[in-house]
């Protein structure tokens, strides 16, 4: 698919990949719509892009989720490209994780990609063809410590992605699904304010980083990936070789946990947050 001129919505758009992602479409001569809570972000780079629509939007409102849509193919008259990229974490043991949070985060994470797929489809199919592309996360099959249902939340998109692409192929619509891998961004500082979050998220990513399996990449890198995704859409992709590897490594069980406990004690230490409480 050509990237100029398309349609491309872009959710979780204020910060981290999501906005580095819109700039790079920006660029590369796409329509871009724009949607996350903070529209002061989302206005201020509008007005830098060429053709660029800014949607107010709370993701854990499903009828905002759908507004969102709508309003996307009211403006511009068509939506070819979907980017799933919104994401929220809350640090906590699991035993002591509060139901609005986990709701909260699975909504977010989870939940408004399908919503917003369902949407989309319709158009899409009136205009025969499009893509979706969902940014998942390896954590959804590592399962990060202390971000558990964070890693639930990513594991539900991985399964739901992946039986679209069952369900779909041979269709118009075309599915992909992209793992970033450790990355520094945003999302933790802005999802909730909550102490040691931002750290936390900081401990685990350089466990699983340079002494570990995957090598952290920026926002950017993840950006131009997904931009390359609209161009020669592939079934999975990954933001760089070791996160690929690390990906599949997270298979074979005595790994992942190894590879996983020294995130925990990386965190319990640094952070003083402690595991297993019984």
């Known amino acids: 698919m050509r990237v100029k001129d398309a349609v491309v919505l872009v959710t979780g758009a204020s910060a981290g990949i999501g906005r580095a992602t819109a700039r790079a479409l920006d660029a590369a001569g796409a ?8 529209i002061d972000r989302l206005e201020e780079d509008a ?29 511009f008259g068509r939506i070819d490209v979907l980017i799933n990229n919104a994401g929220v974490s809350v640090l906590s043991r699991l035993s002591e ?4 949070d986990l709701r909260w985060m699975l909504d977010v994470n989870f939940t408004s990609a399908v919503v917003a797929t369902s949407r989309a489809i ?9 893509l979706v592309i969902n940014v998942g996360s390896p954590g959804g099959f590592l399962g990060v410590p202390f971000f558990a249902s964070y ?3 990513k594991a539900a ?22 793992h970033p891998g450790v990355i520094d961004t945003e999302m933790h500082e ?3 304010e909550k102490s040691k979050v931002a750290e936390a998220r900081a401990m685990s990513d350089r466990a699983v980083g340079p002494a570990g399996l995957m090598e952290p990449v920026s926002a950017q890198t993840v950006a131009d990936g997904l931009v390359a995704c609209i161009e020669h859409p592939t079934l999975t992709a990954y933001s760089s070789p070791s996160v690929c590897y690390g990906s599949f490594v997270g298979y074979v069980g005595w790994v992942r946990r190894a590879m996983m406990s020294r995130v ?14 019984g």
């Open 190 to 192: 802005v999802s909730v």
């Open 264 to 277: 925990s004690r990386t965190i319990a230490e640094r952070t003083g947050v402690t595991g297993f409480a």
């Open 151 to 153: 890693s639930a939340s």
């Open 97 to 100: 994780l509060e139901e609005a």
């Open 122 to 130: 319709p158009q899409m199919v009136r205009q025969h063809g499009g």
């Open 157 to 178: 998109m991985h399964g739901w992605t992946r039986s679209l692409q069952a369900e779909w192929a041979g269709s118009e619509v075309f599915v992909t699904e992209y």
């Open 31 to 38: 329509r871009v719509a724009m949607a996350a809570r903070r």
């Open 47 to 75: 007005a830098r892009m060429g053709d660029a629509l800014p949607l107010q939007t709370d993701l854990a409102d499903m009828a905002q989720v759908e507004a969102m849509v709508d309003r996307t193919i009211e403006h």
